[in-house]
């Protein structure tokens, strides 16, 4: 399967602020690269994707980048909220259509 | 908006016991998945399901695990002889044509 990590583990920042978490991952196959977010105890939601034709995508306050050539891609917040506090994973999808998940990113958006 | 849904929510069940967890995926679905997730860790891929039968199972899923689809509606998974390791928060998921996958709310399974 895929080797995916991230970086970085923990992120606090000020309420408006950006927040960019970054993803790499191994299986050059991969071609579509969702962020899902999880609040404490629930289950994992996606909040954007992209596949591998688009080198970026942006729905409001988020966005997501593609570098294929060098295997990662980026979650970007802007003028971050504090209901944006909770763990990202990055979920690239590998040869077999399976999502593996990265290891989770805490952010933390200090009012 | 149509949703993945879990049953039960919670489940405490002895070590050697036989648990089945029970998923019912989006109505129009054709992929199903299972990921688990340890307390405090990642979300971790155990199987797919498509057309009938698994596509792919990581090295999880062993022997001590089944799934099936003994409808038209439901997807479980049975964990056969439960060990302490495998408590867990359990996560169904399904997917159409689009590779989005939905999840569910997920199963806390306690082995005690």
């Known amino acids: 399967g895929e080797n995916v990590e991230q970086h970085p583990s923990t992120l606090s920042v000020q309420e408006g602020d950006s927040a960019v978490i970054k993803c790499t991952y191994s299986?050059?196959?991969?071609?579509?690269f969702p962020w899902y977010k999880q609040e404490l105890g629930k289950r994992p939601q996606l909040i954007i994707d992209i596949r591998s034709n688009v080198g970026e995508k942006k729905d409001q306050r988020i966005a997501v980048t593609l570098n294929k050539t060098a295997k990662h891609f980026s979650l970007h917040i802007t003028e971050t909220q504090p209901e944006d506090s909770a763990v990202y994973f990055c979920a690239p999808r590998d040869w077999a259509n399976n999502l593996f998940f990265g290891t989770g990113t805490r952010l933390t958006v200090i009012p | 908006e149509p949703e993945v849904t879990q049953t039960p929510s919670h489940q405490v069940t002895q070590m050697g016991q036989e648990v089945i967890l029970r998923c019912v995926p989006i109505s129009n679905h054709l992929y199903f998945y299972w990921y688990r997730q340890i307390l405090g860790q990642k979300v971790e891929f155990l199987v797919s399901f498509y057309n009938n039968e698994i596509s792919e199972k990581s090295e999880i899923f062993d022997d001590q695990f089944s799934v099936e689809r003994p409808d038209g509606s439901n997807f479980t998974l049975k964990i056969r002889s439960t060990k302490l390791e495998d408590s867990a928060m359990y996560f169904c998921a399904s997917s159409g044509l689009a590779e989005t996958q939905y999840f569910g709310p997920g199963t806390r399974l306690l082995v005690l």
């Open positions: 299986d050059s196959a991969s071609n579509y």
